[in-house]
């Protein structure tokens, strides 16, 4: 079935992506937005946009209900959830389904098996796949049954979430006596956050980095692998820094396919259609363990795209429309080195406390090899109702050192005015010789790297500051004495650019 419309049920750079997708593709879109969100980017990406309720995300972009309705109502045939939201929700990818639409993504039943983190170990430990050593099975475990599990195990030792993922309601465990305690705190979590207090038991895998495998798998059963990204580099379980290839695979070419065949395994041990991720760890030996799998599209998907030179998002809709691959695993390199920064807004000097209100200025970095992926601009709000990245920045060369080099060119050209961003976490961090080194696991960030050094040399300058306010209020009268060409369409520029700045179309 070739779509006519598609429903983007999404805000964001990532909602702005796949509406150019679609418009790539000759499909029309169809945006939602809540109160807050009236005057964004994806709003004014899309051909037509329907309110969809106040700010919070659960009156709003979580409403299922909602969604179907405005996507019936504009007559789209297709649904694309991006990520978070509920990009990975079973129930919704059904409810599509019963309602006659197209979810741009995996089915309910795949969802659902990677969505319960146990069954879905069980499942990949059938399958032949590696998992962690840990607790066995689906079934729900009592305290008592942990306990006895804990001491065949050893220490240390992870209590983690079945209903979790992504480090929530996730517990360290060094000894015994430490057990029952972080039992009931894992389950009070989990409880709160997923309404399941299940959890299981990992043997905790030291000095591990953090890898995962891209896959895409087509409604035909063709199943291929586009590698690896290297994802270590985080701070409290919320990624940073993301490359691919990995250092740490680099050109072992033979340690990535195996990689890559367990990530298509994994996706063919579910029935797995459309783009999947197959987060692993790597220890020091080059052993590795399946983790779990994101049934969605990742936020770091971009990278991938750079080395292999393949659109995700447009593979994503072309296999929901029943396409099969146009090419198979022979026909996919690496090629080069890609590198994206998580521009975030908030303050790396103030333990990354996040930082809101208007964005007065966006000067976003161009050039060779640089690619800004946002929903930001300038005058734009950054409110707390939602995550806080301004905007994803990815950077490509020919070699990890030229992307190196690129991304700090970049992060210097990169103004953002308004708010704080963590892009002196990024400078400091491009700076650093272990991570230019490549020596580094999940750990980095907050236990060897620190802002410090770069902190003490923030003094204020109040004379400096006068000066250079002087020359930017210049700068800005001379900009605007520049006009820009026409498009040759007969509308103004200037009637257009007041258009947009008014009406947000
Ligand atoms: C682990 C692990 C070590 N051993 N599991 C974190 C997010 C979730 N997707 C899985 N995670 C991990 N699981 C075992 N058996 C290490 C991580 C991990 C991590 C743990 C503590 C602090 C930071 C971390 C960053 C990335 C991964």
Same mark, same amino acid.
Not at 384 to 400: F, N
Not at 480 to 485: C, D, G, L, M, T
């Given at each position: 079935?070739?779509?006519?419309?598609?429903?983007?049920?999404?805000?964001?750079?990532?909602?702005? %992506?796949?509406? =150019?997708?679609?418009?790539?593709?000759?499909?029309?879109?169809?945006?939602?937005?809540?109160?807050?969100?009236?005057?964004?980017?994806?709003?004014?990406?899309?051909?037509? $946009?329907?309110?969809?309720?106040?700010?919070?995300?659960?009156?709003? &972009?979580?409403?299922?209900?909602?969604?179907?309705? +405005?996507?019936?109502?504009?007559?789209?045939?297709?649904?694309?959830?991006? &990520?978070?939201?509920?990009?990975?929700?079973?129930?919704?990818?059904?409810?599509?389904?019963?309602?006659? #639409?197209?979810?741009?993504?995996?089915?309910?039943? $795949?969802?659902?098996?990677?969505?319960?983190?146990?069954?879905? %170990?069980?499942?990949?430990?059938?399958?032949?796949?590696?998992?962690?050593?840990?607790?066995?099975?689906?079934?729900?475990?009592?305290?008592?049954?942990?306990?006895?599990?804990?001491?065949?195990? @050893?220490? !240390?030792?992870?209590?983690?979430?079945?209903?979790?993922?992504?480090?929530?309601?996730? =517990?360290? +465990?060094?000894?015994?006596?430490?057990?029952?305690?972080?039992?009931?705190?894992?389950? =009070?979590?989990?409880?709160?956050?997923?309404?399941?207090?299940?959890?299981?038991?990992?043997?905790?895998?030291?000095?591990?980095?953090?890898?995962?495998?891209?896959?895409?798998?087509?409604?035909?059963?063709?199943?291929?692998? #586009?590698?690896?990204?290297?994802?270590?580099?985080?701070?409290?379980?919320?990624? #940073?820094?993301?490359?691919? !290839?990995?250092?740490?695979?680099?050109?072992?070419?033979?340690? %990535?396919?195996?990689?890559?065949?367990? @990530?298509?395994?994994?996706?063919?041990?579910?029935?797995?259609?459309?783009?999947?991720?197959?987060?692993?760890?790597?220890?020091?030996?080059?052993?590795?363990?399946?983790?779990?799998?994101?049934? =969605?599209?990742?936020?770091?998907?971009?990278?991938?795209? *750079?080395?292999?030179?393949?659109?995700?998002?447009?593979?994503?809709? %072309?296999?929901?429309?029943?396409?099969?691959?146009?090419?198979?695993?022979?026909?996919?390199?690496?090629?080069?080195?890609?590198?994206?920064?998580?521009?975030? $807004?908030?303050?790396?000097?103030?333990?990354?406390?996040?930082?809101?209100?208007?964005?007065?200025?966006?000067?976003?970095?161009? @050039?060779?090899?640089?690619?800004?992926?946002?929903?930001?601009?300038?005058?734009?709000?950054?409110?707390?109702?939602?995550?806080?990245?301004?905007?994803? *920045?990815?950077?490509? @060369?020919?070699?990890?050192?030229?992307?190196?080099?690129?991304?700090?060119?970049?992060?210097?050209? &990169?103004?953002?005015?308004?708010?704080?961003?963590?892009? !002196?976490?990024?400078?400091?961090?491009?700076?650093?010789?272990?991570?230019?080194?490549?020596?580094?696991?999940?750990?980095?960030?907050?236990?060897?790297?620190?802002?410090?050094?770069?902190?003490?040399?923030?003094?204020?300058?109040?004379?400096?500051?006068?000066?250079?306010?002087?020359?930017?209020?210049?700068?800005?009268?001379?900009?605007?004495?520049?006009?820009?060409?026409?498009?040759?369409?007969?509308?103004?520029?200037?009637?257009?650019?007041?258009?947009?700045?008014?009406?947000?179309?």
């Amino acid at each position: 079935m070739t779509f006519s419309k598609v429903l983007v049920a999404n805000r964001g750079e990532i909602a702005v %992506r796949v509406l =150019r997708a679609c418009r790539e593709l000759g499909v029309e879109t169809v945006a939602v937005y809540s109160d807050v969100d009236r005057k964004s980017l994806h709003v004014r990406f899309a051909d037509e $946009a329907y309110p969809i309720g106040p700010a919070p995300s659960a009156q709003s &972009y979580l409403r299922m209900d909602t969604l179907i309705e +405005v996507a019936k109502k504009s007559g789209a045939q297709a649904v694309h959830p991006g &990520y978070g939201f509920l990009s990975e929700n079973a129930d919704f990818a059904q409810m599509c389904a019963e309602e006659g #639409l197209v979810f741009i993504g995996p089915s309910p039943d $795949a969802i659902r098996r990677m969505g319960d983190k146990g069954v879905a %170990r069980a499942t990949m430990k059938a399958a032949g796949v590696s998992v962690v050593p840990g607790t066995e099975g689906e079934h729900q475990l009592r305290d008592e049954q942990l306990l006895a599990e804990a001491e065949k195990i @050893g220490f !240390p030792l992870l209590i983690k979430a079945t209903a979790g993922g992504g480090g929530k309601g996730m =517990r360290t +465990v060094s000894a015994m006596e430490e057990m029952p305690s972080a039992i009931q705190s894992a389950r =009070r979590e989990s409880k709160a956050a997923f309404g399941d207090d299940n959890v299981y038991l990992e043997k905790m895998i030291e000095k591990a980095r953090h890898i995962e495998i891209q896959v895409l798998a087509d409604q035909h059963g063709n199943v291929i692998h #586009l590698g690896e990204r290297e994802c270590s580099i985080q701070r409290r379980h919320q990624k #940073l820094l993301e490359e691919a !290839p990995s250092v740490f695979v680099m050109d072992d070419e033979a340690f %990535r396919q195996r990689m890559g065949a367990v @990530g298509v395994l994994a996706a063919k041990a579910v029935g797995y259609v459309n783009a999947g991720t197959v987060e692993c760890l790597v220890d020091e030996n080059k052993n590795f363990y399946f983790l779990e799998m994101n049934t =969605r599209l990742q936020v770091e998907h971009p990278v991938t795209e *750079l080395v292999t030179g393949v659109d995700i998002v447009f593979q994503q809709i %072309r296999i929901a429309q029943g396409y099969p691959l146009p090419f198979g695993q022979e026909d996919i390199r690496m090629r080069g080195w890609a590198i994206e920064c998580r521009i975030n $807004a908030e303050d790396p000097f103030n333990q990354f406390f996040p930082s809101t209100g208007v964005v007065s200025e966006h000067d976003v970095p161009t @050039g060779p090899g640089v690619r800004v992926d946002t929903g930001v601009f300038g005058g734009c709000t950054i409110t707390p109702h939602y995550d806080p990245m301004i905007s994803k *920045l990815i950077c490509y @060369g020919e070699t990890r050192d030229q992307a190196v080099r690129r991304m700090r060119r970049a992060l210097a050209e &990169y103004h953002i005015l308004g708010v704080a961003s963590n892009i !002196p976490f990024h400078q400091t961090l491009l700076q650093d010789a272990r991570f230019l080194a490549g020596d580094f696991d999940t750990r980095f960030v907050e236990n060897q790297f620190s802002m410090e050094s770069v902190a003490g040399d923030l003094e204020t300058h109040p004379e400096i500051a006068a000066i250079l306010a002087t020359l930017v209020a210049h700068q800005e009268t001379e900009r605007s004495a520049h006009i820009e060409r026409d498009c040759g369409d007969g509308t103004s520029n200037w009637k257009r650019k007041g258009r947009w700045k008014q009406m947000g179309r």
